[in-house]
């Protein structure tokens, strides 16, 4: 089992920056890919950004805006997000995948977080 917990939303201006923590315990492995996804209320959870390793892949609605980055000593994942826009808006979710595993799509992750609320007010 690995637990996952956000941390680092907020309500922020458009064209500001927020850091998101993501802090994994339990059975977490180097190897697993660490994902973020987000949702907006009336709409799916989509896939923002992933890494595994050094590899990342980004939604291209977040590509040049968002960065993730991984501390393994600390087992904890950030989205670093600038130039925040209105659509931006959305409870975003962190989430861990099977060692080895790849994806952006959401049945590629057994291990989620609650999520924390991000507002980007215009």
């Known amino acids: 089992q690995v637990q996952l917990v956000e941390s680092g939303g907020g309500l922020v201006q458009a064209g500001g920056s927020l850091r998101l923590s993501c802090a994994a315990t339990g059975r977490t492995r180097s190897s697993a890919p660490m994902a973020w996804f987000r949702q907006a209320p009336g709409k799916e959870r989509d896939f923002v950004a992933v890494?595994?390793?050094?590899?990342?892949a980004y939604a291209d609605s977040v590509k040049g805006r968002f960065t993730v980055s991984k501390d393994n000593a600390k087992n904890t994942v950030y989205l670093q997000m600038n130039s925040l826009k209105p659509e931006d808006t959305a409870v975003y979710y962190c989430a861990a995948g099977s060692p080895g595993a790849w994806g952006v799509s959401t049945t590629t992750y057994a291990y989620w977080g609650r999520g924390t609320q991000v507002t980007v007010s215009s």
């Open positions: 890494i595994r390793w050094t590899d990342t």
